[in-house]
Nanobody, 126 residues
Framework: QVQLVESGGGLVQAGGSLRLSCAAS????????MGWFRQAPGKEREFVAA????????YYADSVKGRFTISRDNAKNTLYLQMNSLKPEDTAVYYC???????????????????WGQGTQVTVSS
């Protein structure tokens, strides 16, 4: 069982930066693949980034590649999303999630994630 709590959201100007954190608690953190998703009003929740249990592989949506960086610190049971060069279209509620899946083929899919945080609002002004 894993519990996830996001933090670090807020209001920033376009071109600015923000760092999101996801604190995890439970029996095991390092054995889970972790991901970030976001959802804007009226839109479906979409994949943003993911990282394998070892941190050896990362995955990004094309829309954020080169601007966002996902990382994890297993010793601190914490997942991060560094967001740079923010755009108004990045405005959304951001969720962290944990997956117990033994395969990373569908790591970009919402369906493989077993645990979700409550979300943190990110608003980027123009």
């Amino acid at each position: 069982q894993v519990q996830l709590v996001e933090s670090g959201g807020g209001l920033v100007q376009a071109g600015g930066s923000l760092r999101l954190s996801c604190a995890a608690s439970g029996r095991t953190f390092s054995n889970y693949a972790m991901g970030w998703f976001r959802q804007a009003p009226g839109k479906e929740r979409e994949f943003v980034a993911a990282i394998t249990w070892s941190g050896g592989s990362t995955y990004y949506a094309d829309s954020v590649k080169g601007r966002f960086t996902i990382s994890r610190d297993n010793a601190k049971n914490t997942l991060y999303l560094q967001m740079n060069s923010l755009k108004p279209e990045d405005t959304a509620v951001y969720y962290c999630a944990a997956s117990r899946s033994s395969s990373y083929v569908y790591i970009r899919s919402r369906s493989v994630y077993d645990y979700w945080g409550q979300g943190t609002q990110v608003t980027v002004s123009s």
